[in-house]
């Protein structure tokens, strides 16, 4: 090396393995919040989605959710399948078909919110509530903004009761 030491990371400073950490404390709470959702976590994001009803389409659903769109196909069949949402014309694109949440649907999201809001400030639990939403504010920035296209599927599902 030449003339340059190199400088170790502690813990605090190494995105990649902060990152580890919260993914796989993600990855193991959710699943039993969500029971046997059809797709799990996947499908439960999905429909989250589909309530936004942002996304013209079912390829528009997987660019989002970066889901690839052979897969999304499964994802929205299942979901269709337990009468989460369904599929109709688009009335902008007659190729296209919207996917549309039934009301089925937005009772699961309406059901589910409360507990995957509670699994998620448990891995987030060395944050205070205001720590909490700053870091969602500025993961969904870092994101590219991706994550911040609108009001949750909660907030959605609240304003509509």
Same mark, same amino acid.
């Given at each position: 090396?030449?003339?340059?030491?190199?400088?170790?990371?502690? #813990?605090?400073? *190494?995105?990649?393995?902060?990152?580890?950490?919260?993914?796989?404390?993600?990855? @193991? !709470?959710? #699943?039993?919040?969500?029971? *046997?959702?059809?797709?799990?976590?996947?499908?439960?994001?999905?429909?989250?989605?589909?309530?936004?009803?942002?996304?013209?389409?079912?390829?528009?659903?997987?660019?989002?959710?970066?889901? *690839?769109? !052979?897969?999304?196909?499964?994802?929205?069949?299942?979901?269709?399948?337990?009468?989460?949402?369904?599929?109709?014309?688009?009335?902008? @694109?007659?190729?296209?078909?919207?996917?549309?949440? !039934?009301?089925?649907?937005? @009772?699961?999201?309406?059901?589910?919110?409360?507990?995957?809001?509670? &699994?998620?400030?448990?891995?987030?639990?060395?944050? *205070?509530?205001?720590?909490?939403?700053?870091?969602?504010?500025?993961?969904?920035?870092?994101?590219?903004?991706? &994550?911040?296209?609108?009001?949750?599927?909660?907030?959605?599902? @609240?304003? !509509?009761?």
């Amino acid at each position: 090396m030449s003339g340059t030491t190199r400088k170790s990371h502690s #813990p605090d400073q *190494d995105l990649g393995w902060a990152l580890g950490v919260l993914l796989r404390a993600y990855r @193991d !709470t959710l #699943p039993p919040t969500l029971g *046997d959702f059809p797709q799990g976590a996947r499908g439960y994001q999905t429909l989250c989605e589909v309530v936004r009803a942002e996304q013209p389409s079912q390829l528009a659903l997987a660019h989002r959710l970066g889901i *690839d769109r !052979t897969v999304m196909t499964y994802v929205i069949d299942d979901l269709v399948a337990a009468n989460l949402v369904e599929r109709q014309p688009n009335p902008s @694109d007659r190729r296209q078909r919207r996917i549309v949440a !039934t009301p089925g649907g937005r @009772d699961a999201v309406a059901t589910l919110c409360g507990q995957v809001a509670a &699994a998620e400030a448990a891995v987030l639990g060395a944050l *205070d509530e205001q720590e909490r939403t700053v870091f969602r504010r500025l993961l969904a920035k870092a994101a590219g903004g991706l &994550a911040d296209s609108g009001a949750d599927a909660c907030e959605i599902i @609240d304003a !509509t009761s």
